[in-house]
């Protein structure tokens, strides 16, 4: 009885320790303290917000976080470059996506690649790609990802907030995707820049940076 019971008792140790050390995420890039003096408080509470949704998402499995983030920053407000920045192309940081709470479609694909990315989905599943939407009759960029090499890409989209695959989604037309790693580069070329090499240094695109860490 003696045995069982140190048995029972050690065993309850064990679970307790693998409960309190288990990663979670955190925010590492910036306190919350500076977003919300940035950017106001309900920035601050999204901030939260998205942390919380990782950590709900952080076991799931890819398709599950897919459409966790998908639902999450579609949640924000449709505003054009004009609108929010004053000029007629920003891609926008994560940071400032969710500081702004409004973008355009740059701003939600760039959003949902580094959270994915740091919920542990494979960049190189990941692809920005530019469209063509047949519905609205413009330039449009969307997130695809790639179960395997072979695969028909499901596309995360901010017009049509149901996960897709490419085939069903004849409003688009694709032009062309490139790598999360690309960003910098695409932007230039996007922005018809021929920068000297001395200059092309990549932007910080995500001083929002969320990491896991042992409790």
Not at 40 to 56: H, P, Y
Not at 158 to 185: H, M, Q, T
Request: net charge positive; aromatic share 12%.
């Amino acid at each position: 009885m003696k045995t069982k019971v140190l048995a029972l008792c050690f065993g309850v140790m064990v679970l307790t320790v693998t409960l309190f050390s288990t990663a979670e995420f955190i925010l590492t890039g910036i306190s919350l303290e500076k977003v919300e003096k940035e950017y106001g408080t309900f920035a601050k509470r999204r901030v939260l917000a998205l942390v919380e949704m990782m950590n709900r998402a952080k076991d799931e499995s890819d398709l599950e976080k897919l459409e966790k983030v998908n639902d999450f920053f579609n949640a924000t407000p449709y505003h054009s470059d004009k609108e929010v920045w004053g000029v007629d192309d920003y891609w926008a940081k994560r940071l400032e996506f969710i500081g702004k709470d409004k973008g355009d479609c740059e701003d939600y694909v760039i959003a949902k690649y580094f959270t994915l990315k740091e919920l542990g989905v494979p960049p190189s599943k990941m692809y920005m790609t530019y469209a063509k939407s047949l519905k609205f009759n413009v330039a449009h960029m969307v997130l695809t990802y790639y179960a395997t090499p072979k695969s028909i890409p499901l596309v995360l989209d901010n017009y049509n907030y149901k996960i897709l695959p490419a085939n069903e989604r004849n409003d688009l037309v694709p032009i062309y995707s490139f790598s999360g790693d690309d960003l910098f580069n695409a932007k230039q070329v996007q922005l018809g820049k021929m920068l000297p090499a001395a200059a092309k240094q990549k932007r910080a695109w995500d001083e929002l940076k969320i990491e896991k860490k042992e409790k």
